[in-house]
């Protein structure tokens, strides 16, 4: 249930969208104290509401947490485990902004080529994906030096050194590198549309470290959380 205006509305009109609830037993769980209006003037002893926002963000891309609560999460709201300490709330906090940024395109890096000229039409029955060879590097390249792991958008033109992992990323029912574009299938390619989809492979690569580092950052969170109150966040 939303449980808005519990807090005050600010001088630029907002108010954060958080229950009064959660945010009491977030600050007895760190001992930190929240700042409403996100301003904290450099003080390390609060934090805002986009330290609790970039907080959750980190904790439901945790791949143990979706894995352990996979039954939970079909048939109701997330809940989300209470931090044991301020340093805790501090690094997962930290991965969360950081994956809200490649989300949003603002800090993705592009990745991979697109080396062939041509038409940039995403022709009928495209995107394919052609796999490293064996005996591919880790870091996507060859034994020849060349790019390895391809989409190909035609039989002339591909995108290249695109790993396995960041083109079978599933987000719900669906692989964001093959879908954006099969959506543009009879399509010309821009050269924004070229930039923005190796931005958005860029912005997958992330997300997969960042997943692994934010599993090892809430290492012994989840046991914590069944010996005490999760809550939701609204």
Same mark, same amino acid.
């Given at each position: 249930m939303l449980t808005a205006y519990d807090f005050p509305i600010d001088s630029k009109g907002r108010t954060p969208n958080i229950s009064k609830k959660f945010i009491t037993a977030l600050t007895e769980a760190t001992d930190l104290t929240f700042a409403p209006d996100g301003e904290t003037n450099g003080n390390p002893d609060l934090y805002t509401p986009e330290d609790v926002f970039h907080y959750i963000y980190a904790v439901l891309h945790s791949p143990n947490y979706r894995t352990r609560y996979a039954d939970f999460l079909r048939t109701d709201f997330p809940r989300i485990p209470l931090p044991d300490s301020a340093e805790r709330f501090r690094a997962l906090a930290e991965l969360g902004a950081e994956l809200a940024g490649l989300h949003l395109l603002r800090t993705a890096p592009k990745l991979g080529g697109f080396p062939k /000229? $041509? $038409?940039?039409? =995403? *022709? #009928?029955?495209?995107? #394919?994906?052609s796999p490293p060879a064996a005996g591919d590097s880790a870091e996507g390249r060859s034994a020849d030096g060349s790019e390895a792991g391809k989409v190909l958008i035609n039989p002339q033109q591909w995108f290249t050194g695109v790993p396995p992992e960041v083109w079978s990323f599933r987000v719900g029912g669906y692989q964001p590198a093959e879908k954006w574009l099969k959506d543009r299938r009879g399509r010309t390619l821009s050269f924004g549309d070229v930039q923005h989809y190796q931005r *958005?492979? $860029? /912005? +997958? /690569? $992330?997300?997969?470290? +960042? *997943?692994?580092? =934010?599993?090892? /950052?809430a290492t012994g969170l989840w046991e914590v959380a069944t010996a005490q109150a999760s809550c939701t966040p609204a």
């Open positions: /000229a $041509g $038409g940039n039409e =995403v *022709m #009928k029955g495209y995107p #394919k994906y *958005m492979l $860029g /912005a +997958l /690569a $992330g997300t997969v470290e +960042l *997943m692994r580092q =934010v599993d090892q /950052a």
